[in-house]
């Protein structure tokens, strides 16, 4: 397990572009999880904890487009640094499944490559923030910047989201230099339809789940 020594939990991170669909394989997963036995916590970023909302509203808003890079960064990690105390560690620590929309992958492709802050200073306030918990399985949905436009249109455009087209280039360049590095990335083609996107997600989660079955799960599905 790449969380602690003392900790038998799972945690599942989603990644993607907005609109690439995570979300709702997030949520579908949960359901899905529950329904076996399983204690799921779920978690977005930024957020996850009051402390981690009030920033996010921070992040999101429209009207602060002002916001440097710097300061976009620093308020990240800090919304992260609460979620991993307050919430992830803890629920690791008791065997939970942890789902979370979005961790230090995304600020890595969003902040790391599409700000042009670098990999390097990312890395290292991960290193502050999270003090080496790193996901057991990151579930990756790609998309083409066109479509995923128009969805992230469809739900409503926030801060990040209304960025120039050459920042979401880098971005999913990011993500895909990302899957192929990462052994624990798992690249899910976030076009097709949801019920085939789901299937792929709890095929990969399935192999997942064996690591946890002997302290405790539910047992082997």
Request: overall charge neutral; charged content about 30%; some cysteine.
């Amino acid at each position: 397990m790449s969380t602690t020594e003392t900790s038998r939990g799972l945690f599942i991170t989603f990644e993607g572009i907005d609109g690439s669909g995570k979300t709702t394989q997030l949520t579908r997963l949960a359901a899905r999880l529950r329904s076996r036995g399983y204690e799921v916590v779920e978690t977005v970023e930024p957020g996850g904890t009051r402390t981690g909302s009030m920033i996010r509203n921070i992040l999101l808003d429209p009207a602060h487009q002002e916001l440097s890079a710097t300061a976009e960064l620093l308020l990240y990690f800090a919304a992260r640094a609460q979620n991993v105390d307050e919430t992830i560690v803890p629920a690791l620590k008791r065997h939970a499944i942890v789902l979370s929309d979005r961790f230090t992958d995304s600020t890595l492709v969003y902040q790391g490559y599409g700000r042009g802050l670098g990999v390097e200073v990312v890395e290292t306030l991960d290193r502050i923030a999270c003090r080496g918990l790193k996901p057991d399985l990151t579930l990756y949905f790609d998309i083409d910047l066109a479509t995923a436009r128009l969805r992230a249109k469809a739900r409503g455009v926030d801060r990040m989201d209304d960025q120039p087209a050459d920042f979401r280039r880098r971005v999913r360049e990011g993500y895909l230099d990302l899957s192929r590095r990462e052994p624990r990335f798992r690249l899910i083609d976030g076009r097709n339809e949801i019920e085939r996107v789901g299937s792929e997600v709890w095929s990969e989660v399935q192999v997942a789940l064996e690591s946890i079955a002997p302290a405790g799960s539910p047992g082997h599905l």
